[in-house]
């Protein structure tokens, strides 16, 4: 097994996707007890300023007092009677919250939620009402309209006030110790939470690494299968682009793999018949046929396009249909070539309404020259006859061969009828000089029969067949005259 498929079944993506969502755990864990101890690190400042201020309202009940009964009017004892009332209630109230928990008065006149006290300033809570709810009902009397504070409120007040300043004292002490052992236990797993999400993210970094050696390991196996196969070989995006070519197909393409990559397919190969057609940088062309695939990539799947060079075959291919549509003897067109010719021109000749011409021209007495000087001589004078009616026609025109001794001339379209004419006569004048054929020299006589579209007829059957009837009319002419024969060539209309 090798290294690749080590890491892939002892880092699985599932454990990878475990280990980020534990790093992500322990990161919101470690947002929470930070938004905690924020909280109650707030909340503990508000309940030790609250115990602060049990001292000073412990003192004020005293001085509130004293100052009721030394009042010398009634306004300053109202005013002494209000501070008594309010340092009295608030002390009362603040104490009852911080026994049982609940709302007292802040400093700024609002109310604030406090926790009852636990652990040792719950002891001391405990002492502190034990010694005011005796105190309170001394004191309460002061509070009435009219009274002047009383003695006897006066020396209870003055005889607690010592010892509760002495439990506000120790109360706000220990509210801060507890504050401090509570912080620091919350900063203490905070530090292991942080241990563990740093020891985590190390692990998920290990992981990343293999995985990303891993895909190294992947990246080169594929490149040197891909080089190793003779084929061509492209690996498509979704958008159909090149990310990767091998080297069989960049000498296929005619570019460097890196000139390749990121271009799409369609810019390269266009289709053509039963295959590809392409041109190289150099200009030579080539043909391939491609083969689809798909593979599963780091990045999601991928198109995988085999590319088979099919030059050879095609061209091979190519010849074998031209030499099926050329005659053997001669390399003229043959029939089958003729027809399509034939068909394409007449096809021409309608859309633009110019004449087209097609002529049979048939080699008189041709059997003669072959019982004569034998089937060499024929042949010769065969191939001879294409030589000359290629340099006496115009660049355009066609000349086939369509049996033994027959052919047609295929001339146009032409501006006129005129124009068809002349180059007939032109081959005709070609064609009737002496041939020296090696054993002999013929002066060789023709028959031609010309029809011309649309005159004579509109369709590729009709146009050969009136042009057969021309040529054996005029043949039939030159049978019963003395005259040399010649060209069966149908008058000019009009």
Known sequence: MTAL?????????????????????????????????????DRDAVAINLAGRQRML??????????????????????????????????????????????ATGGDGRDVLLKAVKGEARKTITAALARWHPLSLTLAPAANPGSNGGEDAIRAAIGQRDEMLDLMNRLTSQMEADSMARTARLRQIQGVAFALAFFNFLAILRMLHNRYCALLDHQRELNSMLE???????????????????????????????????????????????????????????????????IDGACGPLDLLTLLDVTTRHQQQERLEKMAKLDALTGLPNRRALEERLQRALARAKRSGDPLGVALVDLDHFKAVNDTYGHAAGDALLQAVARRAGTSLRTGDTFARIG????????????????????????????????????????????????????????????????????????????????????????AAG
């Open 228 to 294: 190793e196969i003779g084929a061509g070989v492209v690996l498509l995006d979704a958008e159909k682009r090149i990310q990767r070519a091998n080297t069989a197909a960049a000498r296929l393409l005619g570019q460097s793999a890196d000139a390749l990559t990121g271009r799409r397919i369609n810019e390269l190969l266009s289709p053509q018949d039963d295959c590809w057609h392409g041109i190289r940088s150099d200009g030579s062309e080539f043909h391939a046929e491609l083969v689809p695939g798909r």
């Open 58 to 103: 412990s003192q004020r009940i005293t001085k509130s007092l004293l100052l009721m009964r030394a009042a010398e009017t009634t306004i300053d004892r109202e005013q002494a009677r209000s501070a008594f009332i309010n340092s009295f209630t608030l002390f009362g109230s603040t104490l009852e919250a911080f026994d049982r928990g609940g709302k």
């Open 5 to 41: 498929h080590k890491r892939d079944t002892r880092y699985r993506p599932r454990t990878l996707v475990g280990a980020v969502a534990l790093f992500l755990l322990l990161d919101f864990s470690i947002l929470a007890l930070n938004y905690r101890i924020s909280w109650d690190v």
């Open 404 to 491: 033994g001794d027959e052919f047609v001339a295929l001339i146009g379209p032409a501006r006129d009828a005129t124009e068809i004419r002349t180059a007939l006569e032109r081959l005709h004048s070609g064609l009737t000089e002496p041939f020296d054929l090696g054993v002999c020299t013929l002066g060789q006589q023709f028959s031609i029969g010309l029809a011309i579209y649309p005159d004579d007829a509109d369709t590729a059957d009709a146009l050969l067949h009136h042009a057969d009837l021309s040529m054996y009319g005029g043949r039939s002419k030159r049978r019963a005259s003395s005259e040399a024969p010649k060209p069966a060539i149908p008058p």
